[in-house]
């Protein structure tokens, strides 16, 4: 049993707990998911899912916290640390289940924590980026941690900043599983252009987008995406993730609307997908329709995709832009940019994003990628994007020489090691998995 995020919950986290309890499957267990992952707002959450002929099994099972009114008590917060371990505690008594771990230490291990504590049960903790550099940073929810870390019958950890923090909250040497380089899950399903296409047509942003602020609510209302981003001859420009500045997307939008002003016979399309809280997406929406909105007629915002679609849309991305700039965590190891590369698009990145992409001694500027020093200096930025739209030749070479180095990198990690079988062969030699 798995605790933690989950589609429909978008992100890193949720697509790399997807993947492994799929591996999982694959493997012959049976996997219980439990999440609040539906309480997610539209704009963190995926729009589009699957197509129906895709069947995961039925030995994956999605159990979901039931919702709380708001304001049924005040001081007014979304109980859900208490409803996870409810439902967890509720779970180990009634399911034979071998095996818990909670990924994500807030709120998600906690509850796990808690609910195996209760009745006396082994559980093994994963811990992401946020979760473990910038939350522990909280006085309160510390504590927390510094209470189950030591009691877990193991930890996977994810390299030396990582350990340290855990080290300086109590976990020990013996409980602590270093988690390796992992290949990229396969690919399991193909969409194809024209059904992208389609599927961005017949959506219903209006309805999706109904309960979000007034700002989203607005821009949706009338919204019509451009027509056939994904079969027609331009090419695509994409940008991917949470909204954040350091995230690059106001950059690249600023880069993008000179580049429409000052070359208007340059023609493209620009995919947004973006998702995050309202207040880091607004900026962004806002200079589409000010300053920016010579861009809005070439700009598909696209849906949240479900993780099983993306290899394919990567795909369909000529251009695509991974532009961190002073991320505020040092524990990020970002897998969108291995992606690209083995999709087959050329990479225009950030030195950072190829630093904490692990792959900053592998890209080379003007073989296998495009490289911005710094993607706040818009004119450097520009320059790039030019150069890879007036150059098709360049920019295809570009997207081979990537996809040869992806092949090359992916077969050297090994094949896959999800994180779940790294558990539960500790849980096994450890003698609590039978």
Known sequence: MVVGKFPPLQGGVSTIAYFSALDALDNGHEVIVVTNSAAAVPTNRVAIDPPKN???????????????????????????CAQLTGLTHSMLRSESV?????????PYGLAAAFACLLDNKPFGLIHAGTDLARLSRYRDLRSCYEAIIPRAACIVSAGDDATR??????????????????????????????????????????????????EIRNLFRDYQPPQTTFTSELPVIAIFGKAHVSKGHHFLVEALSQIQRMEPDIAFRFLLCVSGDEQHLNPILDALNGEAECLLDRTLLMPIVHPLMMPSLLGMCDILCILDHCFPVCIHQPR?????????????CSAESAKKSGLNEHLVKGKNCEMVTDPSDIDELRKALLQ????????????????????????SLGGRRDPISLVAAAFKRLGALE
């Open 98 to 106: 071998d095996l818990v771990v909670g990924w994500y230490l807030y």
């Open 388 to 411: 890879l739209l007036r150059q098709r030749n360049h920019r295809r070479q570009l997207a081979y020489n990537g996809k040869v180095l992806s092949r090359v990198l992916e077969k």
């Open 336 to 348: 969108l940019l291995r992606e690209g590369l083995r999709a087959g698009s050329s990479i225009l």
């Open 54 to 80: 895709f069947d995961a099994g039925g030995k994956l099972r999605l159990v979901a916290s039931e919702p709380v009114a708001e304001r049924a008590f005040i001081p007014w917060a979304a109980p859900h």
């Open 165 to 214: 923090l855990l080290n300086r909250m109590g976990a020990r040497s013996c409980q602590l599983l270093q988690s390796q380089p992992n290949a990229l899950a396969r690919q399991r399903i193909v969409v194809e252009r024209e059904e992208m296409d389609e599927i961005v047509a017949s959506f219903d942003y209006r309805s999706f987008y109904a309960d979000s602020g007034t």
